[in-house]
């Protein structure tokens, strides 16, 4: 048997487009063809089906169709979920490589209990690493389910599925798991629990059994969990004569996502504290407020306080280290306003997720490389122009300042100067220019935010001009000039942008486009176009959603946070909002 290996390429995965009819003229003359054929690439296999051999155990049927104008060979992969996905294609196990003229059929043989989904994708175009995937045209979306031998009963017939299930974490620490029930009365419903997605009988098995409830309920709160991780649910049914329907579709009877639960605990770290360390590094030190504990403590930073578990997410982990050791040197810090965190780990996997200030997280940053702050600032007059220059040093700390138009000479930062601020700048641009009233004037620049304030003393030729500045206004000199100055305004008010109102449907529009297709990067940079544009309320909220969702499905799980912890949709998609950050903030704790 050949081997071809998927997982050294590319997969493009897409959505099947349906095209309306083309008008009848343009049809004249024309063969008849099926419209899916018509529109298919024509290095894209057909109609894929794969089913299991009778009498023949562990034994699958993989056939297909190709399009008679294309002359190369096709590769068959195997995989235990659907293969609806980048990585998931790319993880598909190769099983045969059918050349060119070839019979469209391959048998699977040898296979153990499970359910089996299947692949077929043109080798030309695996190599160029430009390969389509069509759901039911060249990858089943429907498992082919291998029992163990003796588990199937001849002659009887199962009990219909569930479909729709979903899982989300409830009061912290508990589950609630919902779907679509079967119409059967005489049934029950069986609920399983694992730490993998129970996509096989095998693993179904193996995972534990947590319910057993009757055919008129359709939810149930997993209140039975011990410890932090992330977990994977099944819902079965089995009528009273004992059969259980043992097939297993994702996102219908089980959880392919898995959802992450952190148990409450007691706070493990007290008094934590920072500071330089061997002028490049930090040294953090803190106290151990349970004694005798089996586990770790994890560092973590960020360039905010980490207050939260959703801060934690979009934070960096930087290392960990053994219970009963109250120290930790963070070497290569970069520079900038450094904040920590550090929290317990118990050895069953349960972590330390309270927040405490100035206990187990900083409140105060620590500061790497040297602060930016004004050096001098001059100003000099021309034509009834101010022009306002400065320099300064340092990195760290925010660019974002305000220049203030004063008639005296003033010693420090107050609130008295607000009325007399004219502008904000970036301090990087070093120049200003001001276009004053006749009068004589000092100029002073101040950071913009103004709980920097407390303490920042004006300096005489450092951050606020030594020498005022006398200006003589010539803008008014006649009145064709004032004439000139009066129109000029006008036609830049007329010029004013008028925010687009976006229509709403442009939203579903992009997701049908783009996100349904795969085309997750084009999805986000449409929908955040359309944000950019005027987009308001629940359109915009939704808009964020599916960027936060496409970050996800594109691994980006921190990127993904910053869209779907925002308030607007937590408000208008609380169910969608929770169940996806819950999933992308699993998979940012689980890297860590």
Known sequence: MMIFIFSGYRVVAQFLDIEGERPAEEEKGKALQPKKEKKLPVYVARNVKAQNIPDIKGAIRITWDVDPAFDDEFIIGRSFEVTHSIEKALNAESIKVVPAGAECVAIDSNLPPGSYFYVVLAKQKVQERDVELYPNVNYTTVPVVIEKEGVEIVGVKLPEQVTLIHAMVMNRNQVLLTWKGTPQNNIVYNVYRGNEPLNTPAKLRNADAIAQLPANKMSYVDTGIAKTGNYFYAVTTKDMQGNEDLQLVPDQSYTASGVFVAMQTQNLVGDLTGRIFASRSVKLSWNEKVANQKGKYLIYRDSKPISSSEKLALSEFVGSVAMGRTDFIDENPPEGALYY????????????????????????????????????????????????????????????????????????????????????????????????????????????????????????????????????????????????????????????????????????????????????????????????????????????????????????????????????????????????????????????
């Not at 940053?365 to 021309?382: D, F, N, Y």
């Not at 959603?545 to 949709?569: M, N, Q, T």
Request: net charge positive.
């Open 341 to 592: 965190a550090v929290l317990g780990k118990l050895e069953d996997g349960t972590l330390d997720n309270t927040f405490v200030a100035g206990e187990n997280y900083l409140v105060e940053p620590i500061v790497i490389g040297e602060r930016l702050r004004v050096q001098s600032i001059t100003a000099s007059e021309k034509a009834g122009k101010v022009l306002v220059r400065w320099n300064f040093r340092g990195k760290i700390g925010s660019r974002e300042y305000t220049i203030a138009r004063l008639k005296n000479l003033v010693a420090e930062a107050s609130e008295d100067i607000v009325p007399h601020i004219i502008s904000n700048v970036n301090v990087s641009e070093k120049k200003f220019i001001d276009m004053p009233p006749t009068g004589r004037y000092y100029y002073a620049i101040l950071p913009r935010e103004k709980s920097l304030w407390s303490g920042y003393d004006l300096i005489a030729g450092v951050n606020i001009t030594e020498s005022p500045v006398n200006v003589r206004s010539e803008m008014l000199a006649d009145d064709h000039s004032s004439k000139i100055d009066e129109q000029k305004i006008i036609q830049t008010e007329q010029k004013k942008i008028i925010p687009k109102m976006v229509p709403a449907g442009d939203v579903d529009g992009i997701l049908r486009e783009t996100f349904f297709r795969g085309k997750y990067y084009t999805a986000i940079r449409k929908l955040d176009l359309l944000i950019k544009e005027g987009l308001e309320g629940k359109d915009a909220a939704k808009a964020r959603l599916f960027i936060g969702r496409a970050y996800i499905e594109k691994g980006r799980y921190r990127k993904s946070l910053e869209y779907l912890l925002r308030g607007d949709v937590n408000e208008h998609f609380p169910d969608e909002a929770k169940f996806w950050s819950s999933f992308a903030i699993s998979k940012v704790n689980g890297r860590k």
